[in-house]
Antibody, heavy 118, light 110 residues
Framework: QVQLQESGPGLVKASETLSLTCTVSGGSMNSYYWSWIRQPPGKGLEWIGYIHSSGTTYYNPSLKSRVTMSLDTSSNQFALKLTSVTAADTAVYYC????????????WGQGATVNVSS | QSALTQPASVSGSPGQSITISCTVTSSDFGGYNYISWYQQRPGKAPKLMIYDVTLRPSGVSDRFSGSKSGDTASLTISGLQAEDEAYYYCSSFISSHTGVFGGGTKLTVL
């Protein structure tokens, strides 16, 4: 059974870069898409984007200028970088496996809380 | 404002059925397909309940069902139970590769 686990700093200073890693266990990353979603405190879900095991990426247009996703299938990890963060980027960040056939996130990590401090 | 509109809240008594709607409000949608529904309990990660409008992942109760008519998708929960109390989010895709979530609906079991 595939499991995902986010990791990274819980506190990032404003204007700096947020970096998170998602480790995939119990299955292969090949032939799947891998996504990031975030949820600000008390608010709804926001789709950030996803990356295919081939390296092809798709980002939310509203975040595209600040987002970079990458993956390392040999380590079973994929990563998110978000530059020039502000308080508005404070959120719980989730990684999830994305099914390209059904456009759905079928396996989710438990989430990582990231606070942006001024 | 999300391109997918959900009611802020719905409620029902144990044993009843409730329906949560998800209506596309953006003209950017290239075809309102690939509807998914997620359940999120407080402090927990979302859980996939319905995908491809009507399909249920293995392990999800058959009390949960999905449908779609025109620009509105719906999640129906029958035989409401206390454990169903949670937030529910719909999601879809604009122009093939841009995902979007509805604003979420809080389900209260009375």
């Amino acid at each position: 059974q595939v499991q995902l686990q986010e990791s990274g700093p819980g506190l990032v200073k404003a204007s700096e870069t947020l970096s998170l890693t998602c480790t995939v266990s119990g299955g292969s990353m090949n032939s799947y898409y891998w996504s990031w979603i975030r949820q600000p405190p008390g608010k709804g879900l926001e789709w950030i984007g996803y990356i295919h095991s081939s390296g092809t990426t798709y980002y939310n247009p509203s975040l595209k200028s600040r987002v970079t996703m990458s993956l390392d299938t040999s380590s079973n990890q994929f990563a998110l970088k978000l530059t020039s963060v502000t308080a508005a980027d404070t959120a719980v960040y989730y990684c999830a496996r994305f099914s390209g056939s059904y456009r759905t996130m079928d396996v989710w990590g438990q989430g990582a809380t990231v606070n942006v401090s001024s | 404002q999300s391109a997918l509109t959900q009611p802020a809240s719905v409620s029902g008594s144990p044993g009843q059925s409730i329906t949560i709607s998800c209506t596309v409000t953006s003209s950017d949608f290239g075809g309102y397909n690939y509807i998914s529904w997620y359940q999120q309990r407080p402090g927990k990660a979302p859980k996939l309940m319905i995908y491809d409008v009507t399909l249920r992942p293995s392990g999800v109760s058959d009390r949960f069902s999905g449908s779609k008519s025109g620009d509105t998708a719906s999640l129906t929960i029958s035989g409401l139970q206390a454990e169903d109390e949670a937030y529910y989010y719909c999601s879809s895709f604009i122009s093939s590769h841009t995902g979007v979530f509805g604003g979420g609906t809080k389900l209260t079991v009375l």
